[in-house]
């Protein structure tokens, strides 16, 4: 059974940093692209980044690109996202996500993702 777990949300204030983590099982990790999509409240779902172990690419929204950084560690099957100078539009729901899709095609449309997460709630407000 594939899992994906978020972890790392929470609130923080415009200009803060948070990390969050994906924590992978029941698939190759460096079979697929993992990422991160968001859902702010009455918006549509983004494609924020991905990245794929199989040769390390990187794919970043231009929304966030300067300030947030994607990572992974193969030991432990989980992928990071290091978000810094946060700002309130980036108050959202974060989905780790798993797809066949390689970082140079992202984003995909929500639609045809093959695994999400359960989501983890970011608040960043004064």
């Known amino acids: 059974e594939v899992q994906l777990a978020e972890s790392g949300g929470g609130l923080v204030q415009p200009g803060g940093s948070l990390r969050l983590s994906c924590a992978t099982s029941?698939?190759?990790?460096?079979?697929?692209?993992i990422g991160w999509f968001r859902q702010a409240p009455g918006k549509d779902r983004e494609g924020v980044s991905a990245?794929?172990?199989?040769?390390?690419?990187?794919y970043y929204a231009a929304s966030v690109k300067g300030r947030f950084t994607i990572s992974y560690d193969i030991s432990r099957k989980t992928v990071y996202l290091q978000m810094n100078n946060l700002k309130p539009e980036g108050t959202a729901v974060y989905y780790c996500v798993a797809d066949l899709i390689h970082p140079s095609s992202w984003p995909p449309i929500p639609q045809i993702i093959d695994y999400w997460g359960q989501g983890t709630q970011v608040t960043v407000s004064s």
């Open positions: 029941g698939f190759t990790f460096d079979d697929y692209a």
């Open positions: 990245t794929a172990a199989v040769d390390g690419s990187i």
